[in-house]
């Protein structure tokens, strides 16, 4: 396992139109995370998953914004009617459902420009 | 929110220096976690360490040591003679509820040959 996969790395698209990312966890990690970042500053949570469940959503996920994690393996963050401010980075990130241990391990992230 | 503040936007120094980059965390809670995490050029953040709030024992690894002072709520992380691989963004994070990661701003730092 080489860790987690994020694609596309770079997404380059129209003010209004839809994206859609993947991102594959490692096999083993049951727990799946959403965080966009901004440039300049520190990621910020949007969402997590265990397995297809999606227990917890910040305010920051509007309602143009939908994760799936459908069979419990990887994950799809969709943004519809897209804005420039959702240009950032996007970084998926999972970990094994321990506790509060907290261990995560990130992507490399998709990079969206909103033109 | 209980916020993690990354006073120092940028630090450049040149190779060998030592470099200290401060972390200051707000919280309410009894038990927390707080983290270190490098995030290179390539993008991907690197995790570096996971600290309780109940171990208060600095920790050394290598070049990396990290300075927690509960009572000022601060979670300092020190690089011993700086390497150009240690060029980076270095963010500070504590857990938010039990799941998410609240992250400060994060510090570039620089190392000059």
């Known amino acids: ?115 | 929110a209980q916020k993690v503040t990354q006073a120092q936007t940028e630090i450049s120094v040149v190779e060998k220096e030592d470099v200290t980059l401060d972390c200051v965390y707000e919280t309410r809670d009894t038990t927390y976690y707080l983290f270190w995490y490098k995030q290179p050029p390539s993008g991907e953040l690197v995790f570096l360490i996971r600290r309780n709030s109940f171990d208060e024992q600095n920790e050394i690894s290598g070049r990396y040591s990290w300075n927690f002072q509960k009572s000022t709520s601060s979670f300092n992380f020190t690089i011993t003679a700086s390497q150009v691989v240690d060029s980076a963004v270095y963010f500070c994070a504590r857990n938010t509820g039990r799941r998410a990661l609240t992250f400060g701003s994060g510090t570039r730092l620089q190392v000059q040959p």
């Open chain 1, 1 to 115: 396992d080489t860790g987690v996969s994020q694609d596309p790395r770079h997404k380059i698209t129209k003010r209004g139109q839809n994206v859609t990312f993947r991102c594959d966890p490692i096999s083993e990690h049951n727990r799946l995370y959403w965080y966009r970042q901004t440039l300049g500053q520190g990621p910020e949570f949007l969402t997590y998953f265990q397995n297809e469940a999606q227990l917890e959503k910040s305010r920051l996920l509007s309602d143009r914004f939908s994760a799936e994690r459908p069979k419990g393996s990887f994950s799809t963050l969709e943004i519809q009617r897209t804005e420039q401010g959702d240009s950032a980075m996007y970084l998926c990130a999972s970990s094994l459902a321990t506790g509060l241990n907290y261990g995560y391990t990130f992507g490399s992230g998709t990079r969206l420009t909103v033109v």
